[in-house]
């Protein structure tokens, strides 16, 4: 029945062979029941950690001694093997103070998270799931296994990796781990800002964010606080038809699922409460609320401990998003010179969610987005100057007119500017008289 990769296989045959329990287990199996491809494929035994090193000599490395874990190299890569194990007491919310290791499937299968990812599979496809996993995956339900309260105590991640399933599986969290998960919400200030962030980067990205982020902003806010005054804040505009939060979270889903752009989606009004003002007539209007945005991401993404790279492109096109949709080709080149092509595309994604959350009189906008991206596609096509490193002259011609120091880089960026605005052809010649027209005012600055 289920497609074991033949490394995996072939260690659990190993394992069998020589007298010990072995199967397949955790995501894998979920995943194969569901009729997904399984990311990695985890073996759990009997054997305990010398002996699965013994069994397989030198192809065996030590990779997680403590919580038994062994992996075994194949020709096709590495394949995880750790120990029937039962976790001990538990005293930071992260993980256990000791690990025993243990003779039963059932022991091992019991600390795990939830059902559905407490089912184990045999070689010849025998599935051991104490635990109703299988009925649960067929109804689309997540549900802890044992007591929610005292699972989520143990371990907090938990509480995300109850969200981050729901949203990427499109399953419904079942009553009493859902009352859990609120209730338990707090522990999270005890988990480490990088595993925070990988959970939920995937939850972002899953086909259900838009029920998990409305279910569950309490959650979230305990890490991002700045979220909660979203949640209900009413726009008393008539550009929307949803209150701040549910304009995000529909703003969030109809991005691509990168995590760049669904963070940025996430953010992007982040700065509305603080400047919400009323004016004479009722109207809600959140002047600046871009600029406070961008200010709010920066320091949310930094306590995350996202890295630079992904925190500098969140926070432009967090800036960037209430701009005018670049739509002539000056503009164009001008946002392509200050974005790059890969941002100026995601920026387009992110304004026409933007748009699609907000009231659908305003969907015309749509046409102007497209617009901007013919054009777009149009100077990419044509090869259009938009950066320092395609224009036809370099820093040596300029040295050769004579001159040096910053006023090369200013004659560099004069030029690059009077391209982009159309006001000459990116031709060297062209560009070296426009130079030498330049040269007075550049040299002196
Ligand atoms: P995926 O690999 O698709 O993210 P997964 O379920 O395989 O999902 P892993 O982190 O690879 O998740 O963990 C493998 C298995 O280990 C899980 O299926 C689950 O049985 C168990 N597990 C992982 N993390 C926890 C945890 N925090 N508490 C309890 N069990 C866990
Ligand atoms: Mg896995």
């Known amino acids: 029945m289920a497609n074991i990769p033949k490394s995996v296989q072939e ?31 985890d073996v759990t035994t009997s054997a305990l950690p010398e002996e699965t090193m013994a069994l397989f000599g030198r192809r065996a490395l030590p990779t997680g001694l403590r919580h038994g874990t062994v992996t075994v190299r194949t020709d096709r890569g590495g394949v995880e093997v750790t120990t029937y194990r039962c976790d001990g007491s538990y005293h930071d919310h992260r993980r256990p103070d000791t690990v025993t290791f243990t003779r039963s499937l059932e022991e091992d299968l019991k600390r795990r998270d939830f059902t559905v990812n407490a089912m184990a599979l045999g070689l ?61 919400k707090e522990l999270l200030n005890d ?12 939850l972002l990205c899953g086909k259900n964010a838009l029920a998990v982020l409305r279910a569950y902003p309490d959650v979230i806010g305990v890490f991002w606080p700045e979220i909660l005054p979203m949640v209900g804040l009413d726009q008393r505009n008539h550009h929307h038809c949803y209150d701040v939060w549910e304009h995000t979270i529909h703003a969030v889903t109809a991005v691509p699922a990168e995590p760049e752009l669904r963070c940025a989606a996430l953010l992007h009004d982040i700065g509305k ?52 949709i670049p739509r002539t080709d000056k503009a164009v080149r001008r946002a392509l010179g200050k974005l790059g092509e ?104």
Not at 293 to 316: N, P, Q
Request: charged residues 30%; aromatic residues 6%; negative net charge.
């Open 273 to 324: 409460p603080a400047t919400f003002t009323v004016d004479e007539n009722g109207v809600g209007h959140f002047r600046g609320h871009a600029a406070v945005s961008e200010e709010l991401a920066d320091g949310m993404l930094r306590r995350l401990k996202c890295s630079t790279d992904f925190r500098e492109t969140v926070v432009r096109l967090v800036a960037w998003h209430d701009r005018d």
């Open 191 to 202: 988990i480490a800002a990088e595993r925070i962030q990988a959970e939920l980067f995937k």
């Open 124 to 184: 010849d496809g025998t599935i051991r799931d104490p635990f109703g996993g299988r009925d649960d995956l067929a109804m689309g339900i997540l549900r802890c296994v044992g007591e929610p309260d005292k699972r989520f105590d143990e371990d907090a991640l938990r509480l995300l990796r109850a969200l981050r399933f729901s949203a990427v599986l499109g399953f419904a969290i079942e009553e009493k781990t859902a009352a859990g998960i609120h209730r338990n």
């Open 342 to 445: 890969r941002d100026l595309r995601r920026l387009i994604a992110l304004k026409r969610a933007d748009n699609l959350a907000q009231s659908p009189t305003y969907f015309g906008r749509q046409r102007e987005l497209d617009k901007g991206e013919v054009i777009l596609n149009r100077l990419l096509a044509e090869d259009a100057c938009f950066s320092l490193k395609q224009l036809a002259v370099n820093g040596r011609d300029l040295t050769e007119m004579g001159l040096s120091g910053p006023a090369v880089g200013r004659m560099l960026n004069a030029l690059l500017d009077q391209v982009v605005d159309g006001d000459v052809m990116n031709e060297r010649e062209a560009l070296l008289k426009t130079a030498k027209d330049l040269l007075p005012f550049v040299a002196e600055l």
């Open 11 to 41: 260690v659990l045959e190993i394992l069998t062979a020589a007298g010990h329990e072995a199967w397949c287990v955790g995501g894998c199996v979920r995943d194969t029941l569901l009729g997904r491809t399984p990311e990695d494929w």
